[in-house]
């Protein structure tokens, strides 16, 4: 079975600050792990995803996370804060039925000037 | 281009009363989804489709129907509506070439009962 934990609801940082959103996941088959950003009263778009290729995986607006089998984690990061990445940031793993979506419980990124 | 597109972009209904979700993608994806958002919750499954006139059970599918009459329309049913069902409804799409691949997301559709 499939499952991710996104540690820390809220997460807050100041302009030009490191951020880093936590992915735990939970898969009994090589996982494809994705990164969704939520703006307000919007959609869903895809940040990045991993696919078995490389384990440093670059996405839009200079995200990136990093694949580690050893810690089942797939941490998502960027090195500068800017006031636009405020949203509520996804993590999920896709299961090999149908490829369906196991979300995690979202982490709300507030960026302080 | 629109990708997934949904509509109502909003409603509010009372108990008992029925409505339906209408999800439209122009990207002739074969797979389709409808989630529920609730907060601290995440999205989860409610139904999906693997193709024209198939459907198949989610995570959550409990008080909803759906249909996949044509291959870039996905409806979710609300027969009675009740107040648990207070949510943001997304619908998403996609290819069919592995599990791998990105889902895209309609705008949503929040809905209020009353």
């Known amino acids: 079975a499939q499952s991710v934990t996104q540690l820390g609801s809220h997460v807050s940082v100041s302009e030009g600050a490191l951020v880093l959103l936590r992915c735990n996941y939970s898969?009994?088959?090589?996982?494809?792990l994705f990164w969704y950003v939520q703006y307000p009263n919007q959609g869903l778009q895809l940040l990045l995803k991993y696919t078995s290729a490389a384990t440093l995986v670059k996405g839009i607006n200079g995200f990136e996370a990093e694949f580690k089998k050893s810690e089942t984690s797939f941490h998502l990061t960027k090195p500068s804060a800017h006031m636009s990445d405020a949203a509520e940031y996804f993590c999920?793993?896709?299961?090999?039925?149908?490829?369906?979506?196991?979300f995690g419980q979202g982490t709300i990124l507030t960026v302080h000037p | 281009n629109a990708g997934v597109t949904q509509t109502p972009k909003f409603r509010v209904l009372k108990t008992g009363q029925s409505m339906t979700l209408l999800c439209a993608q122009d990207m002739n994806h074969e797979y389709m989804y409808w989630y529920r958002q609730d907060p601290g919750m995440g999205l989860r499954l409610i139904h999906y489709s693997v193709g024209e006139g198939t459907t198949a059970k989610g995570e959550v599918p409990d008080g909803y129907n759906v249909s996949r009459l044509k291959k870039q329309n996905f409806l979710l049913g609300l027969e009675s509506a009740a107040p648990s069902q207070t949510s943001v409804y997304f619908c998403a799409s996609r290819e069919d070439r592995g599990h791998g691949e990105t889902q895209y997301f309609g705008p949503g559709t929040r809905l209020l009962v009353l």
């Open positions: 898969s009994s088959v090589p996982p494809y």
């Open positions: 999920a793993v896709s299961k090999p039925s149908y490829g369906k979506l196991t």
